[in-house]
């Protein structure tokens, strides 16, 4: 007799769809805080969009679900982490901690749980990893002083994920009759609205008065976030507390988010400034030549010192160099940036406990020139007469980059600059000047001499073997 075989799809259980909504979760997290904890391939990904995530948890649900026993459930689970998650998350004990709580999640009370659980777009990464009895389900409420804290819906999701149940009770007090038309927003979002006559605290003190009695009116509440930067709702924190409601008072300081856990009077600073843009590697390049151009100019001096450097890029892109090193390469230091590139940059330091200093390394810079040709000049530039010139000065400066590099090709964007910066013009004039047709990539595509290839980056030549 055969065996009757059935997937984990099958039996019902909401098992796959807790499991792929949270892996979704722990990635988003990543990202907005620890993006080094993400494969490469996966970090220039906005996790946050909604469209990203839904295509993510659909691939995942379809290939969780085809398998038939949990043990076969973990093994190709663990296979879409390693995919998605960098070598050092791999073997860190915040891994272990994220498959514990996956392994959790087999049990169908947990399941349902998690798979019923608000997803957000942003929230502390620390948070994934909070212990919850989900055998026992209840539900988050909060309460909010509008004149006091008003709350946009981004910061209010956010505060979603500072619970660990569901915020399914939303109450904001106010005086209404002087909100314009708050009312009609809070109301759109979900919120029962409570007005109160003008006076000093009045929100505050019905805020008291209502929220003591919570736990009578909803005995399934298990949490409670009290909003205001208001210090006059101590007691009312403390009357929850005393029955079993675990309070987070919450107030705002411009872009921070504080969140005071009354039970444990652990406190928790949570920045909501939008995270700047990883530049891609070229564009990063160009910003760092830039910064050290611009000292250069300021100074009066070509050695510019490296922490110097760094210094200026955080305090002009709001991101430190290692951040973007580490979202390109990560086995890279921040300085490897500059080692590993020394046809753009020289790096010097005289003893290990010296300084380390930077300048730009210059092709033939006699011949540099920052302001655009005119017709006349143009029509008279004997240096590129053929396709042939062409192709000999590109190859010569391939040859001039790579010299003293580990690699053996080159981004075409830096072929171009290096070109421009070499014979005072662009490689578009000179295909215009030469009715080539076509762009400089095409063009690459024509000869035999180069290879071009498509990284996730940008494109890349390099020379092909005589």
């Known amino acids: 007799m055969f065996e009757q075989i059935s997937t984990i799809q099958d039996n019902g259980t909401s098992l796959v769809p807790a499991i792929s909504h949270y892996v979704c979760r722990t990635l988003v997290n990543f990202h907005y805080q620890y993006p080094h904890w993400i494969n490469p391939r996966y970090r220039q990904i906005p996790w946050q969009q909604a469209e990203y995530q839904s295509s993510l948890i659909r691939q995942l649900n379809q290939g969780l679900s085809q398998v038939r026993h949990p043990e076969a459930l973990f093994v190709k689970l663990k296979t879409y982490l390693n995919r998605l998650l960098s070598a050092e998350f791999l073997c860190s004990p915040e891994y272990q901690a994220l498959i514990t709580k996956l392994e959790q999640l087999s049990d169908p009370d947990i399941a349902v749980l998690f798979a019923n659980y608000p997803f957000v777009e942003k929230s502390s990464p620390q948070l994934l990893f909070n212990g919850i009895n989900s055998?026992?389900?209840?539900?988050?409420?909060?309460?909010?002083?509008?004149?006091?804290?008003?709350?946009?819906?981004?910061?209010?999701?956010f505060l979603e994920t500072?619970?660990?149940?569901?915020?399914?009770?939303?109450?904001?007090?106010?005086?209404?009759?002087?909100?314009?038309?708050?009312?009609?927003?809070?109301?759109?979002?979900?919120?029962?609205?409570?007005?109160?006559?003008?006076?000093?605290?009045?929100?505050?003190?019905?805020?008291?008065?209502?929220?003591?009695?919570?736990?009578?009116?909803?005995?399934?509440?298990?949490?409670?976030?009290?909003?205001?930067?208001?210090?006059?709702?101590?007691?009312?924190?403390?009357?929850?507390?005393?029955?079993?409601?675990?309070?987070?008072?919450?107030?705002?300081?411009?872009?921070?988010?504080?969140?005071?856990?009354?039970?444990?009077?652990?406190?928790?600073?949570?920045?909501?400034?939008?995270?700047?843009?990883?530049?891609?590697?070229?564009?990063?390049?160009?910003?760092?030549?830039?910064?050290?151009?611009?000292?250069?100019?300021?100074?009066?001096c070509q050695w510019i010192k490296l922490n110097r450097v760094a210094l200026l890029y955080k305090e002009t892109y709001h991101l430190t160099i290692s951040q973007v090193v580490t979202s390109h390469f990560s086995d890279y230091q921040a300085r490897d940036i500059f080692i590993k590139n020394p046809?753009?940059?020289?790096?010097?330091?005289?003893?290990?406990?010296?300084?380390?200093?930077?300048?730009?390394?210059?092709?033939q810079p006699s011949l540099t020139q920052t302001t655009a040709l005119?017709?006349?000049?143009?029509?008279?530039?004997?240096?590129?007469?053929?396709?042939?010139?062409?192709?000999?000065?590109?190859?010569?400066?391939?040859?001039?980059?790579?010299?003293?590099?580990?690699?053996?090709?080159?981004?075409?964007?830096?072929?171009?600059?290096?070109?421009?910066?070499?014979y005072g013009v662009s490689i578009t004039q000179i295909i215009k000047k030469l009715r080539l047709g076509g762009n400089f990539q095409k063009l690459l595509h024509l000869s035999h001499s180069f290879n071009l290839e498509k990284t996730e980056k940008d494109w890349r030549v390099k020379l092909n073997s005589p």
Not at 136 to 146: A, N, P
């Open 135 to 157: 055998r026992e389900i209840g539900i988050s409420i909060l309460l909010l002083d509008v004149e006091n804290l008003p709350l946009d819906l981004e910061t209010e999701k």
């Open 162 to 300: 500072i619970c660990l149940y569901p915020v399914q009770i939303k109450v904001a007090f106010a005086n209404w009759r002087s909100m314009g038309k708050k009312d009609l927003e809070y109301h759109q979002r979900g919120y029962q609205l409570i007005h109160v006559p003008p006076g000093k605290d009045s929100a505050d003190l019905k805020m008291s008065t209502v929220g003591s009695s919570i736990f009578v009116h909803y005995p399934t509440a298990k949490e409670v976030l009290v909003c205001s930067s208001d210090q006059g709702l101590t007691h009312l924190c403390n009357t929850l507390q005393n029955h079993g409601l675990t309070v987070y008072q919450v107030s705002k300081n411009k872009s921070k988010i504080i969140v005071l856990n009354t039970r444990t009077a652990q406190i928790n600073t949570y920045s909501l400034a939008p995270v700047p843009q990883i530049p891609t590697l070229d564009q990063f390049i160009t910003q760092l030549q830039e910064i050290i151009k611009i000292e250069q100019k300021r100074s009066h």
């Open 343 to 363: 046809h753009l940059f020289v790096v010097h330091q005289s003893s290990e406990k010296s300084p380390s200093y930077v300048t730009l390394f210059e092709i």
């Open 374 to 422: 005119t017709e006349a000049e143009f029509s008279q530039l004997p240096v590129i007469e053929s396709l042939d010139d062409l192709e000999n000065a590109l190859i010569e400066i391939i040859q001039e980059l790579t010299l003293n590099s580990p690699d053996d090709h080159v981004s075409l964007s830096i072929l171009g600059s290096q070109f421009n910066r070499k």
